[in-house]
């Protein structure tokens, strides 16, 4: 009975650009270097530095124009983004990265576990295993606590599987004025079982 529940709420909903109001919304600076050029729907963060700067998810293809216009209304430029990076690799945080990366020119560094699942366009996911998008090459395959660095900024990969097998949160720190803050962008709070796990009668570690 439960596995046919989950596998109905699976069906009923997809990963389907068309299932979000991806509408714009007003690109500001949330604190120090960091930046929320993402829509109403998909968060998608810019964090600046002097050498560059780095993206944090990318949202559907179709999110694309909308983040270049986040971007270029803050003054800076696309060809400035260096790196991309994701949360967890599910197409609306990382099916645009393919045409992110050919728009900047810029690095794709993903956490080991969703490096597959991006590389060829979501094939490989538990979830939602008929998700496709453009595949996109990943320059730099990350581990648990892996740090990623650019400008004076370092952020710290850290391993969260659960929503995907390489759910990812990143943490930083930033200066405002002259106080310090610790920034946390979390991959996801929501685990998604694989079908492995899913009961299809009541067993005694689920009555218990």
């Known amino acids: 009975m439960i596995s046919r529940l989950l596998k109905a709420f699976v069906i009923l909903l997809p990963l389907n650009s068309s299932l979000f109001a991806d ?60 790196i991309i990076l994701e949360s967890h690799a599910h197409s609306d945080h990382v099916a645009g990265h393919a045409l992110l990366k050919e728009l900047t020119g810029a690095k794709v560094f993903v956490m080991r576990g969703d ?46 599987p659960g929503h995907t097998r390489g759910c990812t949160t990143w943490t930083w720190s930033t200066a405002d004025g002259d106080k310090k803050y610790n920034v946390v962008v979390i991959g996801s709070p929501n685990v998604n079982p694989s079908p492995a796990t899913f009961f299809s009668e009541p067993t005694a570690s689920t009555t218990a």
């Open 23 to 82: 509408e714009a919304f007003p690109a500001h600076r949330i604190v120090g270097n960091v930046y929320y050029v993402g829509s109403k729907a998909l968060a998608i963060y810019l964090i600046e530095t002097p050498e560059g700067h780095i993206l944090i998810n990318s949202g559907f293809e179709e999110t694309v124009p909308l983040i270049r216009a986040s971007v270029e209304s803050l003054g800076f430029k696309m060809r400035d983004v260096k």
């Open 115 to 160: 490096d597959k699942v991006i590389a060829s366009g979501g094939v490989g996911q538990y979830f939602y295993p008929n998700d496709r998008w453009p595949v996109c090459e990943v320059d730099r395959v990350l581990k648990d606590r892996e740090e990623v660095k650019l400008g004076g900024t370092t952020l710290v990969a850290r391993l969260t």
